[in-house]
C-alpha cells in the first residue's frame, strides 16, 4: 500500500486547515483552502452549570466537524490521499472521531490531542514527530526516502 500523499487536519472548534506531503522528501504544503465554522468565535471555557450558549457551542462544533469528515471522506473515497493524521485538542478530536466515515477511518494512521490551529506548518510537523518518536511509533508516513515534487 502507498503511504503517499498524507494529509493532516489541524483543527479546533473554530477553524481547520490541511496540510499535505506528496512523498518522501517533499515539502509540507498547506491546503489552499482553509475551513472556518460559521459565526466561529472560539468558545470560551465557563465554570458551573452548561447554559443554552455553550449548547450551541457544541452543536456548532459538531456539525463543524461533520462537515470536515465529510470533506475527508470525500477526499479519502477519490484517492486524494493515503494516510490521514488528525491534530486537534481533545473535545473536538472526539467530534471528529464521532463522524469520521469508514474510508477515511481505513486511512487514519493518528491523532494528536493538542490545539496547534495558531502554529505554523513546520512546526505541526515537528510535534507530530515527536510525539510518534516518544511513543515509539513508526517513523515512515512523515519519513521515508526524498522523491522528486511535481
Do not use: N
Amino acid at each position: 500500500m502507498r503511504d503517499y500523499p498524507i494529509w493532516v487536519l489541524v483543527a479546533d472548534g473554530c477553524r481547520a486547515r490541511v496540510l499535505v506531503r506528496t512523498c518522501p522528501g517533499a515539502a509540507w504544503r498547506e491546503h489552499l483552502e482553509r475551513f472556518r465554522r460559521e459565526g466561529a468565535e472560539r468558545p470560551r471555557l465557563v465554570s458551573g452549570p452548561v447554559g443554552p450558549e455553550q449548547e450551541a457551542g457544541a452543536r456548532a462544533e459538531a456539525a463543524f466537524a461533520a462537515r470536515l469528515a465529510q470533506g475527508l471522506e470525500l477526499g479519502a473515497r477519490g484517492g486524494q490521499y493515503q494516510r490521514l493524521i488528525l491534530v486537534a485538542p481533545s473535545r473536538f478530536l472526539t467530534h471528529l472521531h464521532l463522524v469520521i466515515g469508514e474510508a477515511a477511518r481505513e486511512k487514519l494512521c493518528g491523532s494528536l490531542d493538542r490545539d496547534l490551529t495558531r502554529w505554523p506548518a513546520p512546526e505541526i510537523v515537528s510535534e507530530i514527530e515527536k510525539e510518534r518518536a516518544a511513543y515509539g511509533l513508526r517513523q515512515e508516513p512523515l519519513r521515508g526516502r526524498p522523491c522528486r515534487e511535481p
